[in-house]
């Protein structure tokens, strides 16, 4: 198959970015994302293999994605997980391969992860206390996180991102103590304003902790915040600099989402493709590759999907009246896929 012009969709958005949930499963629950006893999982004869995976991420590479990040669920928990990143490593055009994770397995898997050919992680670590941590999280495991950390480290990964969803009156007191631990780690902190996405039934607009109230309380207590020049167009964080230099970012998809530069989309370990993070349909992606599609029908499928994209789900939340969790539990154990632990956060 030939690789052709970068697709754009009707938005003109380049098709730049796939993120890859590996596993729906996850060893935290966090308030935010999975505050449910109980969840409906991906029946495990629909999850991709590797093989179908690598083929798919090949797909979209040669239609123009140059940036594939894996995440879930907890990818750590899909098994041989170092052999999928060796096989999306290799295919030509990757030229930013990253992965999100809790740490928790971090330890375990660190080098092979890195001699498998990863280059970049983001670690979420919302808190650095530990019974907060607990509460969160469901799981008093804070020092497995941070020693997942140390062994990122110790195996070479020097450009590591902490990511922290800030909700009020949870964590929201530790702007400083998480911005401190980036300095003192070298990993640069971007807080992220609690969404109202699938899987957030708690969500209410008085947890969000809005972007300019955050670069208010963290310029009242550094001195001036400076905007940061070399920030990617279409990352969805907003990167900034304190006065000392320390840079830190800001994801702010709940009060000033960025839809225009977005050239993210999404794919489930079922293979069931998704525009956006709000969309409450995918494309199954799976039935075609195991209907017996070549590698030219998927791209066909594929370029169709994004030609025709005019999602700007984050901005038409900002635009509804009375805004609440996007579902209600009824609502997503229908079709879990709406999940953003499903989806790929
Ligand atoms: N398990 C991995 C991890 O913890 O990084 C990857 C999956 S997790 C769904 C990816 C990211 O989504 C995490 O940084 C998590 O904090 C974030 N996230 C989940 N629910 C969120 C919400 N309601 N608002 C903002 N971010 C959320």
Redesign the pocket.
């Known amino acids: 198959m030939t690789s052709g012009p970068v697709s754009r969709d009707r938005l003109g958005r380049p098709l730049g970015s796939l993120r890859i949930s590996v596993t729906d499963r996850?060893n935290?629950r966090?308030s935010?994302?999975m505050p449910e006893d109980s969840y409906i999982w991906l029946p495990r004869a629909s999850i991709l293999t590797f093989e179908e995976l690598e083929r798919l991420a090949g797909v979209f590479v040669r239609l123009g994605a140059t940036k594939i990040r894996l995440?879930?669920?907890?990818?750590l928990l899909r098994h041989d997980l170092p052999d999928l990143v060796a096989r999306v490593a290799r295919i030509p055009g990757v030229a930013d391969l990253a992965m999100?994770?809790?740490a928790l397995l971090l330890s375990r898997f660190a080098g092979a992860l890195r001699r498998a050919g990863l280059r970049r992680i983001?670690v979420?670590l919302?808190t650095l206390r530990p019974e907060r941590y607990r509460d969160m999280t469901r799981a008093d495991r804070m020092p497995e996180a941070l020693a997942g950390i140390a062994a990122a480290q110790a195996e070479g990964f020097a450009d590591l991102k902490l990511?922290a969803?800030v909700v009020r009156g949870v964590n929201d007191d530790e702007l400083f103590d998480l911005l401190e631990f980036g300095r003192a780690q070298g990993m640069e902190v971007r807080f992220?304003?609690?969404?109202d996405?699938g899987?957030?039934t708690r969500?209410a607009d008085r947890l969000v902790v809005p972007r300019v109230e955050m670069l208010e309380r963290i310029a009242a207590r550094y001195g001036k915040v400076l905007p940061s020049a070399d920030r990617d167009p279409a990352a969805p964080a907003e990167r900034f600099r304190l006065p000392d230099g320390t840079p830190f970012g800001i994801i702010a998809s709940t009060t000033e989402p960025f839809c225009r530069t977005c050239d993210r989309s999404r794919l489930t370990a079922d293979g069931m493709w998704f525009l956006c993070l709000y969309a409450a349909e995918g494309v199954s992606l799976r039935d075609r590759l195991r209907a017996g599609a070549t590698d030219e029908e998927l791209a066909q499928l594929i370029q169709q999907g994004w030609a025709a994209r005019t999602d700007r789900g984050a901005e038409e939340r900002v635009a509804t009246t009375d805004r609440g969790a996007l579902y209600q539990v009824d609502g997503l154990r229908r079709d879990p896929h709406r999940e953003?632990?499903t989806m790929?956060?």
């Not at 992220?192 to 969404?195: F, K, L, P, S, V």
């Open positions: 996850c935290l966090c935010y994302c995440t879930g669920g907890e990818p999100t994770t809790n983001t979420s919302d990511n969803v992220i304003e609690y969404m996405v899987g957030a969500w953003m632990h790929g956060g």
